[in-house]
């Protein structure tokens, strides 16, 4: 079933498939977030009143997540940072994955990859995927 009324953001997470394996929850995150966004492109004439009219243009997605760095990660910064290395392209879903719920899911490019290590404090890192084609939405099954 479905959850119900406002989720939870603690049930959201990022899921990477990476080099043929299935989906598996990025380790250890502290927020998610999917943005998808639709460029307009200018259709203003002599007859717009001095308005701008727009109509619809290219649309493209992106994912990011931060968390805490741990070594002993199940799936973390250090295999993302495989990912991003050899520069290939990986399946990422953005999920509560529970039974019911909405799971975004499509082909990504990490763009960015950063770890921190602030003096007497947790380390962390981030990681920002950019969308190549079509985003799915899907029922978590």
């Known amino acids: 079933m479905s959850s119900q009324g406002i989720n939870n953001g603690t049930l959201t997470a990022l899921y990477v498939e990476a080099n043929g394996g299935g989906l598996t929850k990025v380790a250890e995150l502290t927020n998610t977030e999917f943005s998808a966004e ?9 007859d717009s009143g001095g308005w701008q009219d727009v109509l619809e243009g290219q649309k493209s997605w992106t994912m990011s997540a931060d968390g805490y760095f741990a070594e002993d990660a199940t799936f973390g910064f250090t295999d993302l940072f495989t990912e991003w290395t050899n520069r290939r392209q990986v399946i990422v879903a953005f999920s509560s994955g529970v039974t019911g719920d909405k799971r975004y899911k499509g082909f990504a490019y ?26 799915s939405e899907f029922n978590v099954s």
């Open 110 to 135: 990490i763009t960015s990859l950063s770890r921190s290590a602030p003096t007497e404090d947790s380390e962390t890192f981030s990681v920002s995927l950019q969308g190549t084609g079509t985003i």
């Open 38 to 46: 639709m460029a307009t492109r200018d259709a203003s004439t002599k």
